[in-house]
């Protein structure tokens, strides 16, 4: 009787063991996806940025478009978002232990070697946000900062101006700063690391990819179905 219920105890401890196992997997799966989706956003904003910073490169560096249109010429989008991906699941999972008990071997190895992915990338982040910063470092020595506007306070922005005794100056100082050549080279390497995000940023996707699909297979071999992202 002793050996009986031993043994029942150990299995309604594995099978709360394996269920807590699922879960987890569950929830890294739903982690992913959701990291997944804002690198999508965040590589399409950099493939636009990329496209206007060498349209702007082309506009300002065409000896045939006047100086008066050049001057007026929309500059690239500047925004640095981040991704800010958050890996909570993955690392409980290893912390625990629970990562060893993964039977697909490529599963494991994927999300074993993730957490250096995800610092790599973080690595070219970085090395496109101090590019941003640069030219806006340069822009601020030769223009003036605009003024937002009064509003309401809402969600949308109520635009920039500048004062009457500084809108007058500011068509020399913007030729000024188009004719120098060390504004161009701070678009060009803005346009060079940004085609570096993107080549780092797919491959990273595609590994995102990979991953979601192991996952989906671990938990249909454990007699769990999940829909794929």
Do not use: H
Not at 11 to 22: F, P
Not at 86 to 112: A, C, E, M, P
Not at 120 to 125: A, L, N, Q, S, T
Request: proline share 3%; charged share 25%; aromatic share 8%.
């Amino acid at each position: 009787g002793i050996l009986i219920a031993l043994s029942i105890n150990n299995w309604n401890e594995n099978q709360k063991d394996r269920k807590a196992e699922n879960e987890a997997l569950i929830n890294l799966k739903l982690e992913f996806d959701e990291n997944q989706n804002q690198l999508d956003l965040l590589i399409e904003r950099r493939k636009t940025q990329e496209k206007q910073c060498r349209t702007f490169i082309e506009v300002i560096t065409d000896k045939t478009i006047p100086i008066s249109q050049k001057i007026v010429a929309k500059t690239p989008n500047t925004n640095t978002m981040t991704w800010g991906a958050t890996n909570t699941v993955l690392n409980s999972l290893v912390n625990t232990g629970g990562i060893d008990r993964i039977q697909n071997d490529s599963l494991k190895f994927l999300l074993t070697k993730w957490p250096t992915l995800v610092k790599k990338f973080g690595k070219v982040e970085e090395q496109f946000v101090n590019s941003v910063q640069r030219i806006v470092d340069y822009e601020n020595t030769i223009m003036p900062s605009s003024i937002v506007k009064e509003g309401d306070y809402g969600e949308s922005w109520p635009g920039n101006y500048y004062p009457p005794g500084i809108s007058e100056k500011i068509a020399p100082m913007r030729k000024k700063l188009i004719d120098d050549i060390r504004y161009y080279n701070l678009f060009a390497d803005l346009t060079s690391d940004l085609y570096v995000y993107m080549i780092n940023g797919t491959r990273l996707r595609n590994d995102y990819e990979r991953i979601s699909q192991l996952i989906i297979e671990e938990l249909n071999s454990r007699g769990i179905q999940i829909s794929r992202n």
